[in-house]
């Protein structure tokens, strides 16, 4: 006997599966759908749109559920209008688009510096135990 489903997850999980690119994969942490969530028809990734959907510009990014979240949260703590609000001009519209996306940015260039911090501490290791790493070929 089939379960009804009152919120619509899987009619949410087939939009998803129809936006997402077949090799898509969290553009913050790399995290990919695993093979049994596809079968089952569920994804831990969605799309989301830094300026906000119900702005009506809609530059998006593929995000892991956790982070999809963090964004998400983050465009609200800096005054992003999420609402489908008909009676906002274009211009107020604008005004969370540009929030929106400056927040992104400001937050994949803190993901890009502390990927690069732990790049420098593998490298220190890298000098400390195996020198010889500097010769290797494609090195120079």
């Known amino acids: 006997m089939s379960r009804p489903d009152p919120i619509g997850a899987d009619r949410r999980a087939r939009q998803?599966?129809?936006?997402?690119?077949?090799?898509?994969?969290?553009?913050?942490?790399?995290?990919?759908?695993?093979?049994v969530l596809?079968?089952?028809?569920g994804s831990m990734l969605e799309r989301h749109e830094p300026g906000g959907r119900a702005n009506g510009l809609e530059p998006s990014v593929v995000l892991c559920l956790n982070h999809h979240r963090i964004e998400t949260m983050r465009q609200l703590a800096v005054g992003v209008d999420l609402r489908g609000d008909a009676d906002r001009s274009w211009l107020e519209k604008?005004?969370?688009?540009?929030?929106?996306?400056?927040?992104?940015?400001?937050?994949?260039?803190?993901?890009?510096?502390?990927?690069?911090?732990?790049?420098?501490?593998?490298?220190?290791?890298?000098?400390?135990?195996?020198?010889?790493?500097?010769?290797l070929p494609g090195m120079q």
């Open 94 to 135: 604008f005004v969370s688009v540009l929030l929106g996306i400056g927040t992104f940015l400001k937050s994949a260039g803190e993901a890009l510096i502390d990927g690069a911090r732990r790049l420098e501490t593998f490298l220190e290791l890298l000098d400390r135990h195996f020198p010889a790493w500097r010769t």
């Open 16 to 35: 998803t599966a129809r936006r997402l690119p077949a090799d898509a994969a969290c553009a913050v942490c790399g995290e990919r759908d695993q093979q």
């Open 38 to 41: 596809k079968r089952a028809g």
